[in-house]
């Protein structure tokens, strides 16, 4: 990434969290339209029926799908009981519709703020309802203050449960010893570069040590024949990985977000690799939506694009 690019970059996780600018765009007759016609490339919509209607259509198309209702650091347990109850009809819906599904969630938004004796509840009740319908569970990775709980809470459901996976940030420094005490568990490991505004000191920016440091970890994970979701849309580091053969292996699948690099996504396809697309839906996009442009830049073209345009069919946006 080119220095103006990290700068733009961490200008943009700055301000991801800022609840005041959050509430002018959400709250302007003006601006809201506007601002979601770019978010919708990235975002299914705000209602469940919308995300379903999404995985479906990927899922037919040959992709593998994972589906998050977007939300986090909720800090009212009622908030959190409702976030709860629409992961479990989601988890419902998917199994209703027959697809071999994955259902992402950060542990913030199902109680981790208030407790973890309530994430913990949550999280088991959903892995209960997720066992039934064949449908895999996936941990999304917060900020690193969380890891150490997120990590804590995982290791303790997977005794029980093999179909909750886990996310690993490759930027965090400490992220070597934590895979380590991953690979001895079940459940898939998904590999991320970071997405959050992180105090120096702490992790790797993005540079060539942090390409290199991402395929070792891959290489890890292969050596230990471990499930794993390659989550990255860094081309250099895709096709360094399919040139040793790693993207071929039967335990691995590349995962993009939708809208981003979906061209690259369906020629890996094509090229028979296991590909699965991450759909999310919700009224909570706007955090998302901002990390989505910070992790690769040049998305801010095709968001201010989609803005402009009046077309806002995801299926003439996102060529899967």
Same mark, same amino acid.
């Given at each position: 990434?080119?220095?103006?690019?990290?700068?733009?970059?961490?200008?943009?996780?700055?301000?991801?969290?800022?609840?005041?600018?959050?509430?002018?765009?959400?709250?302007?007759?003006?601006?809201?339209?506007?601002?979601?016609?770019?978010?919708?490339?990235?975002?299914?919509?705000?209602?469940?029926?919308?995300?379903? +209607?999404?995985?479906?259509?990927?899922?037919?198309?040959?992709?593998? &799908?994972?589906?998050?209702?977007?939300? +986090? #650091?909720?800090?009212?347990?009622?908030?959190?009981?409702?976030?709860? #109850?629409?992961?479990?009809?989601?988890?419902? =819906?998917?199994?209703?519709?027959?697809?071999?599904?994955?259902?992402? *969630?950060?542990?913030?938004?199902?109680?981790?703020?208030?407790?973890?004796? @309530?994430? *913990?509840?949550?999280?088991?009740?959903?892995?209960?309802?997720?066992?039934?319908? #064949?449908?895999?569970?996936?941990?999304?990775?917060?900020?690193?203050?969380?890891?150490?709980?997120?990590?804590?809470?995982?290791?303790?459901?997977?005794?029980?449960?093999?179909? @909750?996976?886990?996310?690993?940030? @490759?930027?965090?420094?400490?992220?070597?010893?934590?895979?380590?005490?991953?690979?001895?568990?079940?459940?898939?490991?998904?590999?991320? #570069?970071?997405?959050?505004?992180?105090?120096?000191?702490?992790?790797?920016?993005?540079?060539?040590?942090?390409?290199?440091?991402?395929? +070792?970890? &891959?290489?890890?994970?292969?050596?230990?024949?471990?499930?794993?979701? &390659?989550?990255?849309? =860094?081309?250099?580091?895709?096709?360094?990985?399919?040139?040793?053969? *790693?993207?071929?292996?039967?335990?691995?699948?590349?995962?993009?977000?939708?809208?981003?690099?979906?061209?690259?996504?369906?020629?890996?396809?094509?090229?028979?690799?296991?590909?699965?697309?991450?759909?999310?839906?919700?009224? +909570?996009?706007?955090?998302?939506?901002?990390?989505?442009?910070?992790?690769?830049?040049?998305?801010?073209?095709?968001?201010?694009?989609?803005?402009?345009?009046?077309?806002?069919?995801? =299926?003439?946006?996102?060529?899967?």
């Amino acid at each position: 990434m080119l220095n103006e690019e990290r700068r733009f970059s961490k200008a943009l996780k700055s301000i991801a969290r800022d609840q005041e600018l959050k509430a002018y765009f959400q709250n302007s007759k003006e601006l809201f339209p506007i601002f979601i016609k770019g978010a919708n490339r990235f975002v299914a919509g705000e209602t469940r029926t919308e995300g379903i +209607e999404r995985v479906i259509n990927l899922y037919n198309k040959g992709y593998r &799908v994972s589906l998050e209702f977007i939300g +986090e #650091n909720t800090t009212s347990l009622e908030e959190c009981m409702l976030a709860k #109850n629409e992961f479990k009809e989601l988890i419902k =819906d998917l199994g209703y519709n027959q697809m071999k599904a994955t259902v992402s *969630f950060d542990l913030s938004h199902i109680g981790m703020m208030i407790s973890d004796e @309530v994430a *913990f509840t949550n999280l088991e009740e959903l892995a209960k309802e997720a066992q039934q319908h #064949n449908i895999q569970l996936m941990i999304s990775m917060e900020e690193s203050q969380k890891t150490d709980k997120i990590l804590s809470l995982y290791k303790r459901i997977s005794k029980s449960f093999s179909n @909750v996976g886990i996310t690993l940030q @490759v930027h965090l420094k400490r992220s070597s010893i934590d895979l380590n005490g991953l690979l001895k568990t079940s459940g898939r490991i998904r590999l991320v #570069n970071g997405a959050y505004q992180e105090s120096e000191g702490i992790y790797i920016p993005r540079t060539e040590e942090l390409n290199k440091r991402y395929i +070792e970890f &891959v290489s890890m994970c292969i050596d230990s024949n471990h499930p794993l979701s &390659v989550a990255t849309h =860094d081309e250099n580091i895709l096709m360094d990985l399919k040139e040793k053969g *790693f993207l071929y292996n039967s335990n691995v699948e590349v995962e993009m977000l939708d809208g981003v690099r979906p061209d690259l996504l369906r020629s890996l396809k094509e090229d028979n690799i296991q590909t699965k697309v991450y759909v999310t839906y919700g009224s +909570e996009w706007y955090l998302y939506v901002v990390h989505r442009i910070a992790e690769y830049p040049p998305n801010i073209y095709t968001f201010i694009s989609d803005m402009i345009e009046q077309s806002t069919n995801r =299926d003439k946006i996102n060529t899967y």
